[in-house]
T-cell receptor
């Protein structure tokens, strides 16, 4: 089975721009979670989607949003980028819920200048 | 609310020496517990997990962990460390979030350095 894929792997943006990241889960997995990882804050939960519905949400501003499509693929969007949004964004998929075993993608490294 | 504490930010061990990484959790019921490993620039890979049953759990790459309910701990061990084990290790606890759904909370990680 193919693993979790994330595109793009690297991205450079400037402040004020917006960005969309994509995640394709493992086939048959219906739950997709997003995390932001930075050296200072560690791994922080953004949100979880299941069957096209947001099921859990972390403590991030409304600039961070996401969605899930009927094939379980997910996208996250960050509008009005700030320097502090520079991070590794990880996507993880699981069969039903993020409380079970999660399988992580390689991440998208976002640099905001 | 659930939480995870990894008290050691950085650990250095010699190749061939034994390893123990500490993890303490807080959760009201029996938790799901995980250890993940992350190599530089990579995503996280599951090493092992505890859901129920035998409290000593075997994982990949020769790792094991023991769930101790009385100490709220889930420490990761390896009898003999290899240079390729150098990475960051994350302990995580899964439980029911505020929305009623399962969610997982990660610790802040422990960076392992292996010296020859």
């Amino acid at each position: 089975k193919a693993g979790v894929t994330q595109t793009p792997r690297y991205l450079i943006k400037t402040r004020g721009q917006q960005v969309t990241l994509s995640c394709s889960p493992i086939s048959g997995h219906r739950s997709v979670s997003w995390y932001q990882q930075t050296p200072g804050q560690g791994l922080q939960f953004l949100f979880e989607y299941f069957s096209e519905t947001q099921r859990n949400k972390g403590n991030f501003p409304g600039r961070f949003s996401g969605r899930q499509f009927s094939n379980s693929r997910s996208e996250m969007n960050v509008s009005t980028l700030e320097l502090g949004d520079s991070a590794l964004y990880l996507c993880a998929s699981s069969v039903v819920t993020s409380g079970e075993t999660q399988y992580f993608g390689p991440g998208t490294r976002l640099l905001v200048l | 609310a659930q939480s995870v504490t990894q008290p050691d930010i950085h650990i250095t061990v010699s190749e061939g020496a034994s390893l123990e990484l500490r993890c303490n959790y807080s959760y009201g019921a029996t938790p799901y517990l995980f250890w993940y490993v992350q190599s530089p620039g990579q995503g996280l890979q599951l090493l092992l997990k505890y859901f129920s049953g035998d409290t000593l759990v075997q994982g990949i790459k020769g790792f094991e962990a023991e769930f101790k309910r009385s100490q709220s701990s889930f420490n990761l061990r390896k009898p003999s460390v290899h240079w390729s084990d150098a990475a960051e290790y994350f302990c995580a606890v899964g439980g029911r979030g505020s929305g009623g759904y399962q969610k997982v909370t990660f610790g802040t990680g422990t960076k392992l350095q292996v010296i020859p």
